[in-house]
């Protein structure tokens, strides 16, 4: 999926959110590409960020929302 929450509204967000959660406990494999963290880390077992077609870090979700340097060099956050 890539970027399933750009440009909708919040309600709908959280209805794409419900469905992505579904799939994933009926064990569907999901290729999510996201900017919104706060979104992806609800579903992600793991994260990678990519800069200009690289993958220039790698980590589970949790241990990318703790680390601030990643996330306001390549999130903008």
Not at 26 to 48: P, R, W
Not at 54 to 63: A, H, L, M, Q
């Amino acid at each position: 999926m890539d970027e399933p929450t750009e440009g909708l509204a919040p309600m709908v967000v959280r209805e794409v959110g419900d469905l992505i959660l579904r799939l994933k406990k009926e064990g569907l494999s999901i290729f999510l590409v996201e900017q919104n963290l706060s979104f992806a880390k609800k579903f992600a077992d793991y994260t990678h960020v990519m800069s200009k077609g690289k993958i220039v870090y790698s980590s589970t979700p949790s241990e990318l929302w703790e680390n601030r340097e990643i996330k306001e060099q390549y999130l903008g956050v």
